[in-house]
């Protein structure tokens, strides 16, 4: 059975750091392209950032690039995603994401159950 946890998330003012994590288990992890995802309320789920299967640089979103940073050990079985200097507009649930495919998308096959992330402004 295949689970993703999410960890890290909390309330930090704005300007503030937060490192999140996504532990994976039941599945080959360096199979998986992974990324990260979240969701405001009453807005759509929207990508945030991704990483291959190999890792590497990562991709972002426009809204989080230079800010955000996504990682992957994959000896670990974990992602990360350390999110510096914070805005309120980042408060959300952020969820991660592991697809089988090249780069993960909205589709992707597994998910986690998401970790909240409340900036205070």
């Known amino acids: 059975q295949v689970q993703l946890v999410e960890s890290g998330g909390g309330l930090v003012q704005a300007g503030g750091s937060l490192r999140l994590s996504c532990a994976a288990s039941?599945?080959?992890?360096?199979?998986?392209?992974m990324g990260w995802f979240r969701q405001a309320p009453g807005k759509e789920r929207e990508f945030v950032a991704g990483?291959?299967?190999?890792?590497?640089?990562?991709y972002y979103a426009d809204s989080v690039k230079g800010r955000f940073t996504i990682s992957r050990d994959n000896a670990k079985n974990t992602m990360y995603l350390q999110m510096s200097s914070l805005k309120p507009e980042d408060t959300a649930v952020y969820y991660c994401?592991?697809?089988?495919?090249?780069?993960?998308?909205?589709?992707?096959?597994?998910w986690g159950q998401g970790t909240q992330v409340t900036v205070s402004s």
């Open positions: 994401a592991a697809h089988r495919g090249v780069v993960v998308t909205i589709t992707s096959d597994y």
């Open positions: 039941g599945l080959t992890f360096n199979s998986y392209a």
């Open positions: 990483i291959l299967r190999i890792g590497g640089n990562g």
